[in-house]
């Protein structure tokens, strides 16, 4: 019996020199990020989304520029390294197609008004209609060649498509998903997107049911049932039994990930094997995870970073590759460029045709987007109006305030300060807007929940969002004075977060935004707040809790009702004084304010004057309000008085903004870490006192 022997192929390593692929593809791969990160690097600037640069970078990589040069053609446009570059952009378009299905909301179509959904429908027809009008136009008007008369039925139904994930990532880049243009356009966008994708469904059965003879067309429809039945009926409960078994708050099992990326490439390939598109099925797939969930946030975490860095510019640098703009046939493009100005996108063409395609998608997206954000910028809307103040409200009216809250762990601090808050008389109530702000993680819209009072809900079933709320409504039963107006929840990128809170503030006449402070160093949040202090329409408060690390942990209380006020001058310690005098209305309140003087400062105001006075009435009357002005030699002298305050009180209130030129403030800013909390507020947070207490910063 005669042994089978084992032969292997065995090749030698080739190198780079040697023309092997992989050295190629290195190099490419190399010099398309290099190129990318350049052009974003730069563009950025200008408002341009990644699409830009990344059809910028193929273009300049391309033969119309550096690769058609002696130098680097055969460097770029190495066939083996190319090759290999085809099947990362095929990878890069099945993560793509399954990551937008991951951010698709489909429950804003479900939401939809009425007109909501006749505009979107609309936004799909119409171009098709009039692109169709256009095309017969056109080929009876000019004398075009076989192959580009062809392309133009082709470009009659991609230009009437639409594409949800490019135009929320367009928004996203201009901080727009939370305004009114972007609740507006994003559902449009989700129904026009859906529309384009059932007529090229039905487009692609009604060529399979003309074309294919009856047995394989039976197989092939069978083939495209299959497979629904199973994303739908198999996969989609398998992704929610993914989510109910991963607690809020916890990450998913990297097991579970490795599951969905895995399915994610078998339905792929199950797809194209039957005649589908490989996208689809990865679409499909991304469509059934729960929006917002865990499973959305891990594939988020996992994929995006290297999708929207390697895969996805890999996809459009291919794409600007192809282009040679210097051989296009201009009788051509004036015939594509009257079909593409109704709308535009790109693919299934020609090469005349894709080129004209291309750089017509790159101008418009040039132009449109930072015409865009010059166009509409939401806070525009609050120039004309008036703000509103402490120091200008009525003592009998409403005291509206916004508490914005990012987590659990600042309600309590929130709540001690709002039970420091006096209602002043029986009629006037203090009113408080409870806004939950929610990093946006796990899909492209943002979103403005407004919660009703759930009063037998379980405390093990409520979400992060229930028990802050809960808790909220919970002081307003309990406290005299206070009622809950509306509690709202925002998911939002965190720079967009000062659009809801601005957008809140100003619906409902707030006279005071609440805002909590972390102490780290790089904190996200701290960029929300640097945008409120530019846009809020009325007075706002930054608010933190100075914990001694080395104790217990505790919840800073003003149990002791100890406050105490800086006051130096200025409209922010003018309105800090103010809410200072209101609190000092409570008659546990033991209010100490100290003025800081200097004598070589003689620019005091008649507006400081005349608040001081105020005080005076209010200490001749009372018996729990001390006032005491210290003079100050320099900010050496300033810091140490400060200090002295940090373990004898429970809560501080001071202004932001002073002037930088004082005597006692000078060479404060020389070491001020947090900007957004002023030179005072910033003493109290980089503090190293062993004390617990709550400071507020004050802005007018």
């Known amino acids: 019996m005669q042994e089978e022997k084992l032969e292997f192929n065995c090749q030698p390593i080739r190198g780079l020199f040697e023309h092997g692929s992989f050295p190629y593809l290195t ?72 990551f937008v299905g991951v951010k698709t909301d489909m429950d804003m179509v479900t ?22 009008t256009v095309l017969i136009v056109l080929r009876k008007t000019f004398k075009l060649d076989q192959k580009m008369s062809d392309s133009l039925a082709i470009v009659l139904l991609i230009v009437s498509f639409s594409s949800f994930y490019d135009i929320a990532c367009a928004i996203a880049n201009l901080n727009l998903l939370n305004s009114e243009i972007g609740r507006l356009g994003l559902p ?53 039994w993914m989510n109910r078994n991963t607690p809020e708050g916890k990450t998913l099992k990297e097991g579970y990930v490795s599951w969905i990326l895995v399915s994610v490439l078998v339905t792929s390939f199950c797809a194209q094997a039957i005649g589908i598109d490989s996208m689809l ?84 997206t040039m132009v449109v987007t930072p015409t865009v954000k010059y166009l509409y910028e939401p806070s525009r809307k609050y120039a004309g109006y008036k703000r509103q103040t ?10 509206r305030i916004l508490a914005c809250v990012y987590n659990q762990e600042n309600v309590p601090s929130i709540l001690n300060f709002l039970e420091a808050t006096n209602p002043v008389t029986t009629n006037s109530f203090v009113c408080i807007y409870v806004l939950h702000l929610v ?23 409520r979400n992060s969002s229930d028990k802050i709320i809960y808790a ?19 998911i939002s990128p965190v720079s967009c977060m000062d659009n809801d809170i601005s957008q809140i503030a100003l619906d409902k006449r707030t006279t005071l935004v609440i805002i909590p402070f972390g102490e780290l160093v790089e904190h996200p949040y701290h960029a929300v707040t640097r945008s409120v202090i530019r846009k809020a329409p009325c007075s706002m408060g930054i608010l933190f809790d100075h914990k001694n690390n080395s104790s217990a942990v505790i919840d800073v209380s003003i149990c002791c009702h100890n406050v105490a006020m800086v006051f130096i001058g200025g409209p922010d310690d003018r309105e800090a004084l103010a809410y200072s005098i209101r609190m000092a209305d409570k008659s546990n309140i033991n209010l100490s304010v100290f003025q800081f003087t200097h004598i070589k400062m003689n620019r005091k105001t008649k507006k400081d004057d005349e608040l001081i006075s105020h005080l005076w009435g209010k200490i001749m009357n009372t018996d729990n309000i001390m006032y005491k ?69 004050m802005q007018h």
């Open 27 to 98: 190099v490419q791969i190399a010099f398309c990020i290099l190129f990318y990160g350049t052009f974003n690097a730069f563009l950025s600037r200008f408002d341009q989304i990644k699409y830009v640069s990344s059809v910028l970078a193929g273009f300049v990589l391309g033969p119309g520029l550096l690769g058609g040069t002696s130098m680097f053609q055969e460097l770029l446009s190495n066939s083996g390294g190319m090759a290999l570059m085809e099947h990362i952009k095929g990878i890069g378009l099945v993560f793509f197609a399954f």
């Open 281 to 364: 099925g990865p679409l499909l797939i991304g469509l059934t995870v729960p929006v917002g969930s865990p499973i959305a946030a891990a594939v988020q975490k996992k994929l995006e970073c290297f999708l929207s860095f390697f895969l996805l510019p890999t996809v459009y640098i291919i794409g600007g590759y192809r282009i040679i703009a210097f051989n296009i046939i201009w009788k051509n493009f004036v015939a594509m460029e009257i079909m593409i100005l109704l709308a535009y996108s790109a693919r299934l063409i020609g090469l005349q045709t894709y080129v004209v395609m291309v750089f017509t998608n790159l101008l418009f």
């Open 188 to 240: 449009i966008s989700i129904i026009t997107g859906l529309s384009s994708w059932s007529y090229g469904f039905a487009n692609s059965l009604y060529t399979e049911a003309t074309s294919l003879k009856p047995k394989k067309l039976l197989l092939a429809w069978m083939g495209k049932a299959l497979t629904m039945i199973v994303i739908l009926f198999v996969l989609r409960p398998v992704m929610w």
């Open 629 to 697: 002005e210290e003079e100050v030699t320099d900010c050496g002298d300033t810091a140490s008085r400060i200090k002295c305050l940090e373990d004898s009180y429970d809560f501080i209130i001071v202004g932001r903004r002073h002037d930088s030129n004082s005597p006692i403030l000078i060479g404060l800013d020389e070491w001020c870490v947090f900007k957004e909390l002023g030179l005072i507020g910033d003493l109290f947070a980089s503090s190293n006192s062993q004390g617990n207490f709550s400071v507020l910063v």
């Open 111 to 132: 939401k939809a008004s009425r007109s909501t959904i006749v505009i979107g429908f609309c936004a799909f027809v119409v171009p098709l209609l009039s692109n169709e």
């Open 472 to 490: 909220f409504h919970q002081f307003g039963q309990y406290n005299q004075g206070f009622t809950i107006g509306q509690c709202y929840t925002a």
């Open 439 to 461: 990093e946006l993680v796990g899909r492209a819209t943002s979103l403005l929940i407004k919660h009703k009072e759930q009063k037998n809900t379980q405390a093990c079933n």
């Open 390 to 399: 402490i120091l200008n409200s009525s003592g009998n009216s409403e005291l």
